[in-house]
C-alpha cells in the first residue's frame, strides 16, 4: 500500500514538472512569436475624453478623420520603417485633422498625437487573431484620454478596410504575408483556435 502511494506521489510530481515545462515552453514561444509579430506592426490607438455617450462617439469620429488623412500616405509604405516615418511626418497634421473634427462639432479639447509603444490585449480581426503584448503604435490622446480606447492594425492596412472586420480582403492579407514570416502568419490563423491538451505521459505509468 505505501509503496503504491508513493508510486501516485511520484507519479504526480512528474505530471507536474511536466505539466510546467510543457506550458512554460508553449508560453515563451507564444512570447516570440508576438514579439517578432510586433516589429512589423503599426497599431493606432485612440483613447476618448471620457465614457460618455457623447465622447465615445467623438472619439469614432476622430478616428475615421484621422485613416481618412492617412489612407493615401500610407498606401504606398512598403516596409514598417517606411510607415513610421510617414506617420512621424505626419504628427502636427494628426493632431490639426482631430482638432478640426473636434471643433465642428463644438468641442475644444486638446489631442496629443504620438508615435510610441503601447500594451494591446488579444485582438480579431475576422479570421487573424493578434497576440497580446506591447505594440509600436500611434496613440491619439483626446482632451483628459480618460475613456474607453480604440483601436486597430494600422499598418499592414487592416484599419484602411471595413471597419467591421468581419472579413480581412485577400489583399491585406498579401501584405501581411510579405511582411510575416510563414509561422508568424501561421500563428495569426490559428491564434483564435481553441485547443484541447492531454498529458498522454499517463500511458506510460500503470499502478
Known amino acids: 500500500m505505501k509503496k503504491n502511494i508513493k508510486k501516485v506521489g511520484f507519479v504526480c510530481a512528474v505530471l507536474f514538472v511536466c505539466g510546467l515545462m510543457y506550458f512554460y515552453g508553449r508560453a515563451t514561444d507564444e512570447q516570440r512569436l508576438q514579439r517578432e509579430i510586433a516589429r512589423e506592426v503599426i497599431r493606432l490607438h485612440v483613447v476618448a475624453n471620457s465614457d460618455s455617450e457623447e465622447d465615445q462617439a467623438l472619439k469614432l469620429q476622430v478616428k475615421e478623420e484621422i485613416l481618412e488623412l492617412l489612407r493615401a ?61 506591447e505594440y509600436k503604435a500611434l496613440k491619439v490622446n483626446i482632451g483628459k484620454s480618460e475613456g474607453k480606447n480604440w483601436w486597430c492594425v494600422m499598418y499592414p492596412t487592416l484599419c484602411f478596410v471595413d471597419s467591421t472586420y468581419q472579413n480581412v480582403p ?24 481553441e485547443v484541447e491538451y492531454g498529458f498522454k505521459i499517463f500511458d506510460f505509468f500503470h499502478f
Request: proline fraction near 2%.
Open 170 to 193: 485577400d489583399e491585406s492579407k498579401e501584405k501581411l504575408k510579405e511582411n510575416l514570416t510563414e509561422e508568424e502568419y501561421d500563428s495569426l490563423l490559428t491564434g483564435g483556435d
Open 73 to 133: 500616405q500610407m498606401s504606398e509604405d512598403k516596409t514598417v520603417g517606411m510607415a513610421q516615418q510617414t506617420l512621424r511626418d505626419n504628427l502636427d497634421e494628426i493632431e490639426k485633422t482631430a482638432c478640426r473634427c473636434l471643433q465642428d462639432k463644438g468641442y475644444d479639447y486638446e489631442v496629443n498625437a504620438e508615435l510610441g509603444t503601447c500594451y494591446f490585449p488579444v485582438k480579431e480581426y475576422g479570421d487573424l487573431t493578434f497576440p497580446a503584448g
